[in-house]
Nanobody
Framework: QVRLVESGGGLAQAGGSLRLSCAAS????????MGWFRQAPGKEREFVAA????????YYADSVKGRFTISIDNAKNTVYLQMINLKPEDTAVYYC????????????????WGQGTQVTVSS
């Protein structure tokens, strides 16, 4: 059974940084892609970043390019989202997701999801 567990969320000031982690377990993830999505209150879930399991393909939402970096540690089955220069509009619950196949930006193409971790950025 695939399990994704996010950690690293919390409160940060505008301009600050946080690093989210997503620990994956339950199967061999070779051939999988991992994504980060977020959902703010009253808003739809939106794509943040995605990465292939090999780490050689990455995608970012325009709103986070240059500020967020997605990376993967295959030995630890863990995906990271380094966030710098945080803005109040980054406040949301951040979800880790996994799918078999290529990295994509559409949330409905990801089969497995974590429980989410709250990120709050104060101005």
């Amino acid at each position: 059974q695939v399990r994704l567990v996010e950690s690293g969320g919390g409160l940060a000031q505008a301009g600050g940084s946080l690093r989210l982690s997503c620990a994956a377990s339950g199967r061999t993830f070779s051939g999988y892609a991992m994504g980060w999505f977020r959902q703010a209150p009253g808003k739809e879930r939106e794509f943040v970043a995605a990465i292939s399991w090999s780490g050689d393909i990455t995608y970012y939402a325009d709103s986070v390019k240059g500020r967020f970096t997605i990376s993967i540690d295959n030995a630890k089955n863990t995906v990271y989202l380094q966030m710098i220069n945080l803005k109040p509009e980054d406040t949301a619950v951040y979800y880790c997701a996994a799918r078999y196949g290529t990295a994509v930006t559409a949330w409905n193409l990801y089969r497995y999801w974590g429980q989410g971790t709250q990120v709050t950025v104060s101005s």
